[in-house]
């Protein structure tokens, strides 16, 4: 018999906070110290000249980078947002543009595009592991159509073989947002390095992390180019004599990483597979104390992938557990946990695109002169995403410096939840939810 919710007055199992999430440590340190000590925090000028592509940090960082993903160039910006933009403007959308993208992912993701006033066409998700279902998403093709931004949400690489397919019959450049998914193999390759552009996030939340960062990838030699120049005044730079293909989306802004940034970021570079599998290892541990509750589905990857497991997520079969997930939230976040289902409401239901409200007051970019389609946001038009809502908890405590013990009380959190799930039920019809 377990112990009374503590939404309902009970004691709850965890009473403190959990611990920051610090991956740094004396060599990041001696790093930052390095730098100091060269007074120089940031050596990039907009201009055209050999101080263009930045100083000695944010040059070896994106030579790190490079080398460690397998690919021909990286280039670091102040933050993945920020490269997100860049890799929009780089790959030449703009205005009456479509680019379809999925209604499950942070909401930078769909304003890149908004950005350089192009419209996100919302395609729908998988329901196993939560990315752009490719079986659903050839229906949302145009002649518009300029992009596909996939992202690899909590982690686990999308369905990349059948998207690439996808994008090369209809001639279109493939994004990937793999700011949650470093180190992760789709098919043997890494995540973010398939599509034209793969953007990583350095966010202190993410996997690894410089407070605030972003790197951008790519094999191709105009696309760096254009991600160079977007992140640096690309039109003061053209107008002093830089060479470029095309002046689309040339109007650049400061997206530039600092010295102090990259240092630290280089560091954290060589922890990346030693961080990723200490997340492998708590979840693995977590996953075995809550294999064969009835109804609880538990993450994991497809045979073709890996799994980095930026955040960890639950699925409720709501037909065996008849608790929706912001309730099941409520109840564990009362015993002390950390659960969220923030990340569950698709994109084009927040009021920025059920009013069509970008730029300025009049409806731009949607309704744009330039614009020639019809584009719905309506409820139902991702029917799997909208489901989800209701099916999907997540929680990023599955990462150092939290320990075995801290998944045995998640795991309790789950088990003291579900044994009393008829009194939460009865809370919940008193409570209206």
């Given at each position: 018999?377990?112990?009374?919710?503590?939404?309902?007055?009970?004691?709850?199992?965890?009473?403190?906070?959990?611990?920051?999430?610090?991956?740094?440590?004396?060599?990041?340190?001696?790093?930052?110290?390095?730098?100091?000590?060269?007074?120089?925090?940031?050596?990039?000028?907009?201009?055209?000249?050999?101080?263009?592509?930045?100083?000695?940090?944010?040059?070896?960082?994106?030579?790190?980078?490079?080398?460690?993903?397998?690919?021909?160039?990286?280039?670091?910006?102040?933050?993945?947002?920020?490269?997100?933009?860049?890799?929009?403007?780089?790959?030449?959308?703009?205005?009456?543009?479509?680019?379809?993208?999925?209604?499950?992912?942070?909401?930078?993701?769909?304003?890149?595009?908004?950005?350089?006033?192009?419209?996100?066409?919302?395609?729908?998700?998988?329901?196993?592991?939560?990315?752009?279902?490719?079986?659903?998403?050839?229906?949302?093709?145009?002649?518009?159509?300029?992009?596909?931004?996939?992202?690899?949400?909590?982690?686990?690489?999308?369905?990349?073989?059948?998207?690439?397919?996808?994008?090369?019959?209809?001639?279109?450049?493939?994004?990937?947002?793999?700011?949650?998914?470093?180190?992760?193999?789709?098919?043997?390759?890494?995540?973010?390095?398939?599509?034209?552009?793969?953007?990583?996030?350095?966010?202190?939340?993410?996997?690894?992390?410089?407070?605030?960062?972003?790197?951008?990838?790519?094999?191709?030699?105009?696309?760096?180019?254009?991600?160079?120049?977007?992140?640096?005044?690309?039109?003061?730079?053209?107008?002093?004599?830089?060479?470029?293909?095309?002046?689309?989306?040339?109007?650049?802004?400061?997206?530039?990483?600092?010295?102090?940034?990259?240092a630290i970021a280089r560091e954290q570079l060589r922890k990346l597979d030693d961080l990723t599998q200490r997340r492998r290892e708590l979840v693995s541990y977590?996953?075995?104390?809550?294999?064969?509750?009835?109804?609880?589905?538990?993450?994991?990857?497809?045979?073709?992938?890996?799994?980095?497991?930026?955040r960890y997520a639950l699925k409720i079969d709501r037909e065996v557990i008849p608790i929706d997930a912001?309730?099941?939230?409520?109840?564990?976040?009362?015993?002390?946990?950390?659960?969220?289902?923030?990340?569950?409401?698709?994109?084009?239901?927040?009021?920025?695109?059920?009013?069509?409200?970008?730029?300025?007051?009049?409806?731009?970019?949607?309704?744009?002169?330039?614009?020639?389609?019809?584009?719905?946001?309506?409820?139902?038009?991702?029917?799997?995403?909208?489901?989800?809502?209701?099916?999907?908890?997540?929680?990023?405590?599955?990462?150092?410096?939290?320990?075995?013990?801290?998944?045995?009380?998640?795991?309790?959190?789950?088990?003291?939840?579900?044994?009393?799930?008829?009194?939460?039920?009865?809370?919940?019809?008193?409570?209206?939810?």
């Amino acid at each position: 018999m377990h112990a009374q919710l503590a939404l309902l007055g009970g004691k709850p199992l965890r009473t403190k906070g959990y611990p920051v999430h610090a991956t740094t440590g004396e060599e990041e340190k001696k790093a930052v110290l390095a730098v100091l000590e060269r007074a120089i925090l940031s050596e990039f000028e907009g201009t055209n000249n050999q101080y263009f592509l930045g100083g000695e940090q944010v040059k070896a960082l994106e030579g790190e980078w490079a080398e460690k993903f397998g690919v021909r160039y990286a280039v670091s910006f102040n933050s993945a947002t920020s490269a997100l933009f860049a890799a929009v403007g780089a790959c030449a959308v703009g205005p009456g543009d479509e680019v379809l993208i999925t209604p499950f992912t942070m909401s930078a993701t769909a304003t890149a595009i908004l950005a350089f006033n192009g419209i996100p066409v919302f395609a729908d998700v998988e329901l196993d592991h939560y990315n752009l279902d490719p079986a659903g998403l050839e229906e949302r093709i145009t002649a518009r159509s300029r992009a596909i931004f996939v992202t690899h949400i909590f982690g686990h690489p999308a369905a990349m073989g059948p998207i690439m397919d996808l994008a090369k019959k209809h001639g279109l450049r493939v994004i990937e947002d793999a700011a949650q998914s470093p180190g992760a193999l789709y098919n043997g390759k890494l995540s973010g390095t398939i599509g034209a552009i793969g953007v990583y996030s350095l966010n202190c939340n993410k996997v690894i992390q410089c407070g605030e960062g972003g790197i951008a990838v790519t094999d191709d030699d105009d696309l760096a180019q254009r991600l160079r120049l977007i992140r640096n005044h690309g039109e003061a730079v053209i107008a002093a004599g830089m060479a470029v293909g095309s002046l689309v989306n040339m109007i650049g802004g400061n997206y530039r990483m600092t010295e102090i940034e990259a240092a630290i970021a280089r560091e954290q570079l060589r922890k990346l597979d030693d961080l990723t599998q200490r997340r492998r290892e708590l979840v693995s541990y977590l996953n075995e104390r809550l294999r064969g509750i009835p109804g609880l589905g538990l993450p994991g990857a497809r045979p073709d992938s890996t799994h980095v497991y930026y955040r960890y997520a639950l699925k409720i079969d709501r037909e065996v557990i008849p608790i929706d997930a912001p309730l099941f939230v409520k109840a564990l976040n009362a015993e002390g946990l950390d659960f969220y289902v923030s990340y569950m409401k698709p994109l084009y239901l927040q009021p920025l695109y059920q009013r069509r409200i970008g730029y300025g007051d009049k409806g731009c970019p949607f309704s744009c002169p330039f614009y020639r389609g019809e584009v719905s946001y309506e409820r139902g038009i991702c029917p799997q995403a909208e489901e989800l809502e209701k099916m999907v908890i997540s929680t990023e405590i599955v990462r150092p410096p939290q320990t075995f013990a801290d998944m045995e009380e998640i795991a309790r959190g789950v088990e003291k939840v579900l044994a009393e799930k008829d009194q939460l039920l009865k809370y919940a019809a008193t409570e209206g939810m």
